[in-house]
Nanobody, 123 residues
Framework: VQLVESGGGSVQSGGSLRLSCAVS????????MGWFRQAPGVEREVVAT???????RIAEGVKGRFTISQENGKNTLYLQMNDLKPADTAMYYC??????????????????WGQGTQVTVSS
């Protein structure tokens, strides 16, 4: 299984970025996929999750600004980030796991992870 993120970069406050995660070799179904982020000195936190049933969950701190979606089934995962703030600065990771129990977990118990893509938002 391989997950490869792209799309990170540096933007000014109020700007937008779209992160992509190319997923290969992942054959589990049902499943969950998600975006997590980690800033220096802070624990990794969930940003958004999406299940194989299409149900999404968005963290409170980014609700209304970030959207998670997937294309081509589970082959590509996206995170559309609008109205970015300096507090959104972090390394962003995509993750995947099998999941049979309804709503996707928000803990970092996912089995497969990408290498991360850096997002930096300046004021």
């Amino acid at each position: 299984v391989q997950l490869v993120e792209s799309g990170g970069g540096s933007v000014q406050s109020g700007g937008s970025l779209r992160l992509s995660c190319a997923v290969s070799g992942f054959t589990y179904n049902p499943y969950c996929m998600g975006w997590f982020r980690q800033a220096p000195g802070v624990e990794r936190e969930v940003v958004a999750t999406i299940g194989s049933n299409g149900v999404t969950r968005i963290a409170e701190g980014v609700k209304g600004r970030f959207t998670i979606s997937q294309e081509n089934g589970k082959n590509t995962l996206y995170l559309q980030m609008n109205d970015l703030k300096p507090a959104d600065t972090a390394m962003y990771y995509c993750a995947a796991r099998s999941w049979y129990f309804g709503t996707c977990p928000t803990s970092d118990s996912y089995a497969y992870w990408g290498q991360g893509t850096q997002v930096t938002v300046s004021s």
